[in-house]
C-alpha cells in the first residue's frame, strides 16, 4: 500500500440520513478514499447526502441569499456532528437533467481560450477589423447568426407538420398541434363562434378558412359559449346574451413557434418540434455564427469548422504552437511576433488541459457536441478533467463512480487523473465498484451488510488490507477471493439477426450479426460506437419493423427524443432473422417518473392486485368501495388536503424547500373512511409502508400479488417498501424494478432484451445477480444483448461482439465478435488483454 499522509480525519457522529444507521466513522483528508458496498447500502446517502450536502449547507451560509438561488440545494442531512470537513465539490452522474445550451467545449472552458485565439491572432481578410472575443460564440448577440439565433436550423411549420391526418375533423383534433386539453377545446369553441363547421372533415374546409386557422398572425377576442352549436350561438350574439368568456385566438403556427421559442419545459418544446419540419439554416450552413465571424480562420479552418474536430485532431494542430521552438511559431514571429506571443499562450493552455482530457478516453469527442448527447460517465470525466487543471487545493471531491462507461484499458489514466487532484493536496471521497481503483485506495469505507434497511452500517473503515478479516463484508469475497466469477454457459445460437449496411454517428455501412436465444456482451473502449450499435441502430432499425415503439420507456424519455430529433437517423436494414424477435424491450437505467405518485407498487402494477383485494373484503362490498376508492390519484378515497401526496410543500424563500407531512392525514394519503377498510387487519396505508419482504408474509395467500413480489425479491428488492416513490430510486434500482416488471409477464419466450451498461452502480454481487436473471431470460427462450464493460460479465456471455479499434473516427468497426475464448485471443482488439484475465 501506498503511504498514507492524511493530515487529519473528517469526523462523523450520528448519521442518519435515508437508511443510515446512526453511525459513527472517521475518515481521512488528503487521502483517496473510496467507499463500498452493494447497490442500496448507504454510500451515497453517505458521501453525497450527508457529507457533501453538509459542505454545501456550510459554504451558503456564507454567500448572498441571491447566489443562493442560483445553486441546485440539496436537504439538509440527518446528522449530529461532522468535523474537519474541507469544502466539497461533487461531481456526480446527473441523470435526465439537460442543460442544452452547454457543450463540451463550454463545459470544459476550451471554448472560451478558442475564441480569444480568434479573435487575437485569427487570419482575417484584408481590410476587415478584428472581432470581439464574443463575436465568436453563438449564444451572444455579437456572434450568433441572424437567421437561426444560434441555433443551426430553422424550424418551420407546414399543413402536413400540423395537421398529420386531414380526414379527421376539428372536433376529433385535426390540428395537432394546438394544445391539449382545455386549451385546445377553447380553440375549437371560438372556431364554433367564429362561424367554423368544426365536424366536417379538415380536407374539405375551404383552402382560405384552412389557412387561416393555421397561420394567421391575427389573435382576435371571441365570446365563447362552450358546447352550444353555431347557430345558437348566432342567436346569443344578436340578443347580446352575456357569453361564458371571451377567448383570445391564436393560430396553430403562431402556439407552435411562440410555445418553442419560450418554453422552459424541455418537454414541451419536444412537443412543439414534433410540429415543425428541420433544416439546416441556409445563411449559416449550420454553423450557428454571423458571416463576418466565419471568415476569421486559423490554420484554414473557421472557428465552426475547428469545433467540430475531435479533440485528438485539434490537439494535433496547436501542439506545433505550444512547443516554444516549433518552426511553425518561429515562422510566425518572423511575419507577426505580436501575434506569435498570443498563439504560444493559449496553444499552451489548450494543449496542456486536451492532454487530461485526451488521458481520460475523451479525445473523440469535439467541442461543439452539446452535453445532453453524452453518457452520465462522460460527462463526469469531462468535469474531472476541467478540475485537474484548475489549481483548486484544499478540498474535497466526491465523486459516483469515476470509473462509469470506462473501457478497463482506460482505468490507469483515470488512476493518474485522481492522484493528481490528490498530489496537490486535495481528497477525493469517492463511490466505486471497480475493484482495480478499490484495489489502489488509500483507505476504504465499507458499507453494509446488504441494501436498504439490511444495510446503513459501516462495516469498516481503514487500509485495505484490513477488510480482509470482515467476514460480513461482500467487497471483500470480491477483493480477496480471486477467480469466483461466473463462467459462459457457451449455449449455441438459434438463429442470428442479420444487419447490413448500418450507419449511425461513427459506424459507416456496417455490417453485424447478432445471434439470438443467446447473451451476447458488445465491448470496445468508450467512443468506438457500442452505443451507436446496440442502443440506437439495432433498437430503431428492430423497432422500426415491429412497427411499434420500444416497451418499458416512459415519459422520462420525450425529453431526451428532442436532442435526437436532430440528430442523423440510423440509416441501414434488417435482412434476415427478423421472424425469431417478437418483442423489443429496452431496460435502461432512466429514472421511472418524474413524480412521487408513481412507486414501487403502481409501476409493477402490484398495487392494483392489492385494491382489487381491498375492494372484495365485505365491509368495502357492504359500503360500494370500488378498487379506484383504494387509489391515492382518485378523489373519492384519497386525502382531500394533500390530495393523495401524503405531504405538503413548505416553500421557504432562499432555501431549499421542505415537505412537511400532510396535517390531515399525518402521511397515509387516505381520508379516513378509506382507512376504515383493513385486509387481513391492515389498512391500505399500512400495506403501501410494508417492505417487499414484509408483503411477501402478509401476501402469502394472494397468488396475483405474489407473482410480482417474487420477482422483486430474486432481482434483490426485497429491502424497497411498496410505497416507495419513484424519484427515491438509485439509477440500479429503477433499472432493476423495470427489469422486475418485465420478469413478471408471462414467459413466452421471442423477446429481445437490450441492456447499455446494466451494470453502472452495481457491486459486484450485484452483478452475479443481474447475470442470473439475464442467463434466466435466455433460458426461457429470449435474446439479451447488452453494452458493458465489465469484463466478468463478458466473459460470462454466450457470445462477443468488439467494437473499435479505437475511438470515433478510429472505431465504429466491428474488430472481432465471437465466444468470449475467441475474442480474448484477438492480436486487434483491445478488449482482448481484459477479457482473457476474466476468462482465467
Ligand atoms: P448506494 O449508494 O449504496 O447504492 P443509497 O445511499 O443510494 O445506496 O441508498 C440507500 C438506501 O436509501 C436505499 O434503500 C434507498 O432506496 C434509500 N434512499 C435513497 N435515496 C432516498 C431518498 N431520497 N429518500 C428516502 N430513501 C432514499
Ligand atoms: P460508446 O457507446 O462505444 O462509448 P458511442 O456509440 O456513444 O460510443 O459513440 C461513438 C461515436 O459517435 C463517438 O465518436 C461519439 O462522439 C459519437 N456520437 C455518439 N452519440 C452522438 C450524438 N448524439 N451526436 C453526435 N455524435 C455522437
Ligand atoms: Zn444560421
Ligand atoms: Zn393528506
Redesign the pocket.
Known amino acids: 500500500m501506498r503511504e498514507l499522509k492524511a493530515t487529519g480525519f473528517v469526523r462523523i457522529r450520528g448519521a442518519r440520513e435515508?437508511?443510515l444507521k446512526n453511525i459513527d466513522v472517521d475518515i481521512p483528508r488528503d487521502a483517496l478514499v473510496v467507499f463500498t458496498?452493494v447497490?442500496?447500502?448507504?454510500?451515497?446517502?453517505l458521501a453525497f447526502s450527508t457529507l457533501y450536502a453538509e459542505a454545501q449547507r456550510r459554504y451558503l451560509e456564507s454567500v448572498s441569499p441571491y447566489a443562493r438561488r442560483l445553486f441546485h440545494q440539496m436537504e439538509v442531512p440527518e446528522v449530529d456532528l461532522i468535523e474537519g470537513l474541507p469544502p466539497a465539490v461533487a461531481l456526480q452522474q446527473q441523470r435526465g437533467s439537460p442543460t442544452t445550451r452547454s457543450s463540451v467545449g463550454s463545459v470544459t472552458t476550451l471554448s472560451n481560450l478558442l475564441r480569444m485565439l480568434y479573435s487575437r491572432a485569427g487570419d482575417y481578410p484584408p481590410g476587415r477589423p478584428h472581432l470581439e472575443a464574443e463575436s465568436f460564440s453563438p449564444n451572444t448577440p455579437e456572434g450568433t447568426c441572424p437567421r437561426c439565433h444560434g441555433l443551426g436550423r430553422i424550424h418551420e411549420v407546414t399543413e402536413a407538420s400540423m395537421v398529420p391526418d386531414p380526414s379527421k375533423t376539428i372536433r376529433e383534433r385535426a390540428v395537432a398541434a394546438w394544445p391539449m386539453a382545455w386549451g385546445g377545446q377553447n380553440l375549437r369553441d371560438i372556431l364554433i363562434s367564429l362561424g367554423v363547421d368544426v365536424d366536417k372533415p379538415w380536407r374539405d374546409l375551404p383552402k382560405k378558412t384552412r389557412d387561416w386557422i393555421l397561420f394567421t398572425e391575427e389573435q382576435p377576442q371571441v365570446p365563447v359559449y362552450p358546447g352550444w352549436t353555431h347557430e345558437e350561438i348566432q342567436r346569443a350574439i344578436r340578443r347580446k346574451t352575456e357569453p361564458a368568456y371571451m377567448g383570445t385566438f391564436s393560430s396553430a403556427k403562431r402556439h407552435v413557434t411562440h410555445s418553442f421559442a419560450t418554453t422552459q419545459s424541455a418537454m414541451m418544446k419536444a412537443r412543439a418540434a414534433r410540429f415543425m419540419i428541420g433544416r439546416l439554416c441556409p445563411v449559416c450552413d449550420g454553423k450557428r455564427l454571423r458571416r463576418e465571424s466565419l471568415l476569421v480562420r486559423f490554420e484554414g479552418l473557421d472557428i465552426a469548422e475547428m469545433s467540430g474536430l475531435p479533440m485528438a485532431r485539434f490537439s494535433k494542430i496547436f501542439a506545433p504552437y505550444a512547443e516554444a521552438n516549433a518552426g511553425k511559431l518561429k515562422a510566425l514571429r518572423k511575419t507577426h511576433p505580436e501575434k506569435a506571443l498570443v498563439v504560444e499562450r493559449i496553444a499552451g493552455d489548450l494543449c496542456r488541459r486536451l492532454s487530461v482530457l485526451l488521458d481520460l478516453g475523451l479525445g473523440y469527442l469535439t467541442l461543439e457536441r452539446s452535453t445532453p448527447t453524452l453518457s452520465p460517465g462522460e460527462l463526469q470525466r469531462l468535469r474531472l478533467a476541467t478540475q485537474v487543471v484548475s489549481n483548486l487545493f484544499g478540498v474535497v471531491y466526491v465523486m459516483d463512480e469515476p470509473s462509469a462507461g470506462l473501457h478497463p484499458a482506460d482505468t490507469e489514466a483515470l488512476l493518474r487523473a485522481l492522484d493528481g487532484l490528490k498530489a496537490v493536496g486535495n481528497s477525493l471521497f469517492i463511490?466505486e465498484h471497480e475493484m482495480d481503483i478499490i484495489r489502489r485506495a488509500d483507505w476504504i469505507v465499507d458499507?453494509g451488510p446488504a441494501?436498504?434497511e439490511h444495510?446503513g452500517e459501516i462495516l469498516y473503515s481503514g487500509p485495505i488490507e484490513g477488510l480482509g478479516a470482515v467476514a460480513a463484508s461482500e467487497t471483500r469475497r470480491h477483493l480477496f477471493d480471486e477467480g469466483a466469477g461466473i463462467a459462459s454457459r457457451k449455449r449455441e445460437p438459434a438463429a442470428w439477426l442479420r444487419l447490413e449496411d448500418v450507419s449511425r454517428n461513427n459506424l459507416k455501412q456496417v455490417d453485424c450479426d447478432i445471434p439470438l436465444g443467446v447473451m451476447t456482451t458488445v465491448t470496445g473502449i468508450s467512443g468506438s460506437g457500442k452505443s451507436s450499435l446496440v442502443s440506437k441502430a439495432l433498437v430503431e432499425l428492430v423497432a422500426g419493423s415491429l412497427g411499434a415503439a420500444p416497451s418499458a420507456r416512459d415519459d422520462a424519455d420525450d425529453e431526451a427524443g428532442f436532442e435526437d430529433a436532430t440528430a442523423v437517423p440510423t440509416e441501414g436494414r434488417i435482412v434476415g432473422g427478423l421472424e425469431g424477435v417478437r418483442r423489443l424491450i429496452e431496460v435502461d437505467q432512466k429514472p421511472i417518473g418524474r413524480t412521487p405518485r408513481s412507486n414501487l407498487a403502481t409501476y409493477t402494477g402490484l398495487f392494483d392486485h392489492v385494491r382489487a383485494l381491498f375492494a372484495a373484503t365485505p365491509e368495502a362490498r357492504k359500503r360500494r368501495y370500488d378498487a379506484g376508492r383504494f387509489s391515492f390519484n382518485v378523489a373519492k378515497g384519497r386525502c382531500p388536503r394533500c390530495e393523495g401526496e401524503g405531504f405538503v410543500m413548505v416553500e421557504l424563500l432562499f432555501l431549499p424547500r421542505v415537505y412537511a407531512p400532510c396535517p390531515a392525514c399525518h402521511g397515509a394519503r387516505y381520508n379516513p373512511k378509506t382507512l376504515e377498510i383493513t385486509y387481513s387487519g391492515k389498512t391500505i396505508a399500512e400495506v403501501l409502508a410494508l417492505t417487499v419482504e414484509q408483503a411477501w408474509d402478509f401476501f402469502g395467500d394472494a397468488p396475483n400479488v405474489c407473482r410480482s413480489l417474487k420477482v422483486l425479491r430474486e432481482v434483490g428488492l426485497n429491502?424497497?417498501r411498496l410505497g416507495?416513490p419513484a424519484t427515491?430510486?438509485?439509477g440500479?434500482?429503477a433499472q432493476r424494478v423495470k427489469l422486475a416488471t418485465e420478469l413478471q409477464r408471462a414467459q413466452r419466450g421471442g423477446a429481445l432484451y437490450v441492456l447499455d451498461e446494466p451494470t453502472t452502480?452495481l457491486h459486484p454481487t450485484d452483478v452475479e445477480r443481474l447475470l442470473g436473471q439475464l442467463n434466466a431470460l435466455v433460458d426461457a427462450g429470449n435474446t439479451v444483448i447488452l453494452v458493458d464493460h465489465d469484463m466478468k460479465v463478458a466473459a460470462a456471455s454466450d457470445w462477443v461482439i468488439d467494437i473499435g479499434p479505437g475511438a470515433g473516427d478510429e472505431g465504429g468497426r466491428i474488430v472481432v465478435s465471437g465466444p468470449p475464448a475467441v475474442v480474448a485471443a484477438s492480436p486487434e482488439s483491445r478488449t482482448a488483454l481484459y477479457l482473457d484475465r476474466a476468462l482465467q
Do not use: C, D, P, R
Open positions: 435515508h437508511n458496498g447497490s442500496g447500502s448507504g454510500k451515497s446517502s463511490v458499507v441494501a436498504g444495510g429491502y424497497l416507495q427515491e430510486f438509485s440500479g434500482e452502480g
